[in-house]
């Protein structure tokens, strides 16, 4: 026997009409099931059989008529005899439709109850099927159909399970004000028109998955109870999520947006999952409300994109996304995690309560990540609700790491960097910052250190000055902790760091807040015993302890007040002389008179011998110091030791003098 052609029909699995078969064209015939005590299809039975069946169907009797081919007057007729009295709406038990074939051009079933199962599936409307208002008290089942005109499911009621799988829409959908109260799936559905669901409710989960639509799809005001999947679907038109409201989780991984995407005021009750989502069109989540994480690790916004200005209680996961066109990014989140994140044009991020990671991020425009101290604003001069964000202890921004960034676009302005991780970052020294960007401080007051008091001098640092002292055997209390992950950096490391920042800040204009850097960078020097030499160190150890590397006036004065005390007290106790030496004129009278030549002679300083601390000594001491400090001899005569301290204090305490003043005019330059 020859094996069948690979168009032939297959028989169906329930016996059926075979009305019409042919041998070498049409084996099987008419696929209809045959009707309970015949063997022929509802639609091929003898008009008297027929109309016997028909009367003899009470409502809510079980039909099945799988396979069947309907005519709107035959269909009219099956629905006739199912009218509840009561209602005057049919009321059908289990009913079986699959692969029926509905020819014409509109076919109702409005305001039917099916009150156990009904199964739709592999039938094909071939006109318009209005199912307005009709109740599905248990399981529906529509998967593979084919919707070849409108498809209204407007108002109607689906009790239990609504399957739509594989189902071909071919013109406008329709279903608003539904309401699914079981789970319904959608999964690989295409609608190649207008999709409507504005105002559905759907009380279980509905998956989506792998659907098309292909024309606009309107979701506006629609409740979804449970969870929801849109996984690896495309739309192809524009969609809008206006108002929807997902109460539990809600999945869009691999999702292509062709056009437009619309969450303007969406609220997300669970986790929003966006991951891998394509964007081509524009995108908008304006006033949208996240009440978990939202996902957008590795979505490409191909256009404009404005996520924004909305709320979301947990984090925003950006890592791995892809920006080629502008970004306006407004939201207040927990935290934002855009760890390799790729900026290819222009962006702008204002942020509220949020901690920033930036690692390895890449962007080739100016960015700009600004902390917003008020709420933002909306049209009409609103404020945005952030109550989802009120147990938060404060509303300012922080950034976590820069590490891996190119930081040569990048602006920070209103931001906490008190724990963030500079080192790694390129071009550091182009940051620029605005606004009152904070930073770490030195442990305050007094602290013990291998039995001696240790005071720290206020000063701003980074974090990882921080992690490397509170790693030292020495440590003081005070010095914060690396957390998990933040890797060691030691002085190596942070001198360059520092200097970076420092020239930031002097590109800025900024003298005084350059100097805090400029110490930390000598700090870092100074401790860093392996590309800083011994006797490197050493001057640096002196220049920190003289006058805190040229930056501390008041430690300058107090060594220069040292300095001089000691010189007064040398010059009164060896320096000055027992007296001062007088002057002797001697001269011999030639004879006979005439010109007489005088020598004055000046007799040497005889050191002290008496008492040498008293007002006159100190009087001149003071004075010799003095002129000392100003680098001017005083004209006292001094013994060959008061000599030789004058000689040192007139370099030691002009040179204290000068890093005084040097430490006055850093912190007041401009």
């Not at 960034?405 to 020294?429: E, I, N, P, Y």
């Amino acid at each position: 026997m020859s094996a069948p052609s690979p168009h032939t029909p297959e028989a169906p699995l329930w016996p059926h009409c075979a009305h019409g078969a042919d041998p070498a064209t049409d084996p099987v015939g008419c696929p209809g099931v045959h009707v309970p005590g015949h063997t022929a299809c509802l639609a091929h039975l003898a008009d008297a059989d027929r109309d016997a069946y028909l009367a003899g169907l009470t409502p809510g009797a079980d039909i099945d008529h799988r396979g069947t081919s309907f005519t709107g007057p035959l269909l009219n007729a099956l629905l006739d005899a199912f009218r509840d009295p009561a209602t005057g709406h049919p009321r059908l038990g289990q009913a079986r439709f699959d692969s029926a074939i509905f020819q014409g051009d509109t076919w109702w079933f409005g305001s039917a109850v099916f009150q156990s199962g009904a199964w739709f599936e592999s039938a094909t409307f071939g006109g318009d099927v209005l199912f307005e208002s009709v109740a599905f008290e248990g399981d529906v089942w529509f998967g593979s159909a084919t919707f070849q005109g409108v498809a209204l499911f407007e108002s109607a009621t689906f009790g239990g399970g609504a399957g739509f799988g594989s189902a071909i829409f071919q013109r406008d959908a329709w279903f608003e004000s539904a309401t699914f109260r079981g789970p319904a799936w959608f999964g690989s559905a295409t609608f190649r028109s207008v999709a409507l669901f504005n105002l559905v409710i759907f009380q279980s989960d509905a998956g989506f998955k792998s659907a098309t639509f292909e024309s606009g799809a309107w979701f506006g005001s629609a409740t979804f109870g449970g969870g929801v999947g849109f996984e690896s679907v495309t739309f192809r038109g524009g969609v809008e999520f206006e108002s929807v409201t997902f109460q539990g989780g809600v999945g869009f991984e691999s999702a292509i947006f062709q056009g437009a995407a619309m969450f303007r005021s969406a609220t997300f009750g669970g986790g929003a999952g966006f991951g891998s989502v394509t964007f081509q069109g524009d995108t908008w989540f304006e006033l949208a409300t996240f009440l978990g994480d939202i996902g957008l690790e590795s979505a490409v916004f191909e256009r404009w994109v404005s996520l924004g200005p909305f709320v979301c209680a947990g984090r925003v996961w950006l890592s791995g996304a892809v920006f080629n066109g502008p970004a306006n990014l407004s939201f207040a989140a927990r935290r934002l995690e855009c760890r390799r994140t790729r900026w290819l044009s222009t962006a702008e991020l204002r942020l509220r309560y949020a901690t920033v990671d930036f690692a390895h991020a890449v962007f080739e425009y100016p960015l700009t990540i600004a902390g917003e101290p008020d709420p933002f604003m909306l049209t009409g001069g609103r404020t945005m609700e952030e109550q989802a964000l009120a147990h938060a202890p404060d509303a300012a921004v922080r950034i976590a790491t820069l590490r891996g960034v190119d930081a040569a676009h990048l602006v920070l302005a209103d931001v906490d960097l008190s724990r963030c991780l500079f080192t790694g970052t390129v071009h550091l020294d182009q940051l620029r910052l605005e606004g009152a960007c904070a930073f770490d401080a030195v442990p305050p007051g007094t602290h013990r250190r291998r039995g001696r008091p240790v005071r720290f001098t206020g000063r701003r640092t980074l974090a990882e000055e921080h992690h490397w002292r509170a790693k030292q055997p020495d440590a003081v209390r005070g010095w914060n902790v690396a957390v998990l992950g933040a890797g060691h950096a030691g002085p190596a490391q942070l001198a360059p760091v520092y200097r970076a920042l420092r020239k930031a800040f002097e590109d800025g204009k900024n003298e005084p807040g350059a100097a805090d850097f400029y110490y930390g960078e000598m700090e870092m020097r100074r401790h860093d015993r392996t590309g800083t030499s011994r006797a490197e160190r050493g001057l640096l150890h002196a220049y920190w302890m003289l006058s805190g590397y040229g930056l501390r006036a008041v430690r300058a004065l107090g060594w220069l007040a040292a300095a001089m005390l000691v010189t007064v007290v040398l010059l009164m106790g060896f320096g000055l002389p027992e007296e001062d030496p007088k002057q002797e004129a001697a001269g011999t009278v030639p004879p006979g008179g005439g010109r007489v030549t005088f020598e004055i002679e000046k007799g040497d300083p005889r050191n002290p011998t008496g008492d040498r601390f008293i007002g006159e000594r100190f009087e001149k001491a003071l004075n010799v110091t003095l002129n000392s400090v100003v680098f001017r001899s005083s004209g006292q005569d001094l013994t060959t030791a008061g000599t030789y301290i004058e000689m040192a204090s007139r370099f030691v305490e002009p040179t204290l003098l000068a890093l005084a003043v040097l430490a006055i005019r850093g912190r007041v330059k401009r």
